[in-house]
């Protein structure tokens, strides 16, 4: 579990299956494998639980064809949709979140881009907060939103980044904004240009 004395840092907890739900989605990408094949044990529960619906896995291909023994042994009872990439996963869940029952409960692991970007996904399908787990998983690279051109900057992993948007040196805060599914970028040199702090490589 991640933590953080910045308020606004998401705190995680374990995924937790919710029997009473119509439909269950597991959706992951970029999990370890160990996180990975604990969740699915956990959730596959859903499938044997008298009356539950079935647990379906959304999942990047390259994920699941490096899936464990443990996570093989919880796939033989879902329901899978495989993708190539995070981006056609996503635009698929958004398809599908669409025409799903009322009552869905979506369990998602992985990266904070990834699983923050399932709950916008979620959210604009208009399911509600509390439909929703996300539990981190994997490398800690953020996605940064720059504060003066308003750009998104994946997969940042050092505490000064170069903005892809405007070409200012960010740095990168704990500040997280659930709206965006970012961290915030500042002006790292914005009192004496050119004075940066010292580049460490800080979310590996």
Known sequence: M???????????????PVAQGTQHWFVTSGATDADRASALNTLSSLSTAGGAAPLEVWAVDKDMAQAGA????????AVAHRFDAEDELLAALGKALRGARVGIRLYALGTEPFIWSVGQ?????????????????GSLMRRVYCIHCRAMNEGVTTNVAACGGCGRHLLVRDHFSRRLAAFMG???????????????????
């Open 186 to 204: 500042v002006q790292a040199d914005a009192e004496v240009p050119g004075e940066l702090p010292e580049i460490e490589h800080a979310f590996r």
């Open 70 to 77: 443990g996570a093989a042994c919880a796939l033989a009872n």
């Open 2 to 16: 991640m933590t953080s004395l910045n308020k606004s840092r998401p705190v995680y907890a374990p995924l937790e």
């Open 121 to 137: 996904v979620a959210e604009r399908c208009g399911l509600a907060p509390d439909a929703v787990q996300v539990a981190h998983s």
